[in-house]
T-cell receptor, first 111, second 111 residues
Framework: NAGVTQTPKFRVLKTGQSMTLLCAQD?????MYWYRQDPGMGLRLIHY???????AKGEVPDGYNVSRLKKQNFLLGLESAAPSQTSVYFC??????????FGPGTRLTVT | GEDVEQSLFLSVREGDSSVINCTYT??????LYWYKQEPGAGLQLLTY?????DMKQDQRLTVLLNKKDKHLSLRIADTQTGDSAIYFC???????????FGKGTSLLVTP
């Protein structure tokens, strides 16, 4: 039981490049979330999903897109990366709305 | 979201008790969480409490809630060097999905 896994662990992008971050969970959780963590700040919610095929905007959705084609996977896309998107990205999942379990994070640098 | 406030730094000696404090502002019924983040790792859910409770104890951890003052604390008994980490307080509305995080308290345990 691996829990929540994230791919890749690290990535460096040039401004304007695109990439997709993959989150996978093997706990059969209904809900999945993408957060970003910036230095000296708590986590902020980017997008979330309440079930397969659904997505919704969080607090800071601009510049990101998501997809939940399979229940176990939640993808976060950056179509045209900007330096302001340099951050650590965390995925989380939960079976109910109470307990969110987090992955190890992806450290993204945009130059 | 509304602000969740935490002190940024706490230093204690090994074997002493640690008390990490948090204030929240959301007046609606809510869940309140404590997460632990070790260097380079994701967030680990330690415990959570519903806002109609006063206290919750789980082994070395005690959570106290003062609803009148909207103050939450996490007490770690017999603090060990392995408890050194960043501790995040977070709140969530009962009907909502997003966790609203504080900026985290960095706990340093010295021998």
């Amino acid at each position: 039981n691996a829990g929540v896994t994230q791919t890749p662990k690290f990535r460096v992008l040039k401004t304007g490049q695109s990439m997709t971050l993959l989150c996978a969970q093997d706990m059969n959780h209904e809900y999945m979330y993408w957060y970003r963590q910036d230095p000296g700040m708590g986590l902020r919610l980017i997008h979330y999903s309440v079930g397969e095929g659904t997505t919704a905007k969080g607090e800071v959705p601009d510049g990101y897109n998501v997809s939940r084609l399979k229940k176990q996977n939640f993808l976060l896309g950056l179509e045209s990366a900007a330096p302001s998107q340099t951050s650590v990205y965390f995925c989380a999942s939960s079976q109910d709305v109470y307990e969110q379990y987090f992955g190890p994070g992806t450290r993204l640098t945009v130059t | 979201g509304e602000d969740v406030e935490q002190s940024l730094f706490l230093s204690v000696r090994e074997g002493d008790s640690s008390v990490i404090n948090c204030t929240y502002t959301d007046s609606s019924s809510t869940y309140l969480y404590w997460y632990k983040q070790e260097p380079g790792a994701g967030l680990q859910l330690l415990t959570y409490i519903f806002s109609n409770m006063d206290m919750k104890q789980d082994q070395r951890l005690t959570v106290l809630l003062n609803k009148k003052d909207k103050h939450l604390s996490l007490r770690i008994a017999d603090t060990q060097t392995g408890d050194s980490a960043i501790y995040f307080c977070a709140e969530k509305e009962v009907a909502g999905y997003a966790l609203n995080f504080g900026k985290g308290t960095s706990l340093l345990v010295t021998p």
